[in-house]
């Protein structure tokens, strides 16, 4: 499971946005990562070039991960 989680379209907290991984049945993983971007390196799709996170460690482990 992969969320962003933009903190001024709600007052309930960052939280929340892990409730379907905790709710839901069966083997899964979940990553949160603290102060990333949104795009995290650009690396949202093949051909994706934008950016608002250029930190080298949280690209290469998103890469790595996923």
Not at 12 to 22: L, S, T
Request: aromatic share 6%; hydrophobic share 40%; with cysteine.
């Amino acid at each position: 499971m992969c969320t962003a989680v933009i903190t001024h379209l709600t007052v309930q907290g960052w939280e929340w946005h892990a409730d379907p991984y905790h709710l839901a049945p069966g083997p899964k993983s979940l990553l949160t990562l603290f102060d990333a971007g949104h795009m995290l390196g650009g690396i949202s799709g093949d051909d994706a070039a934008e950016t608002t996170d250029e930190n080298p460690e949280r690209v290469t482990a998103i890469q790595q991960l996923t």
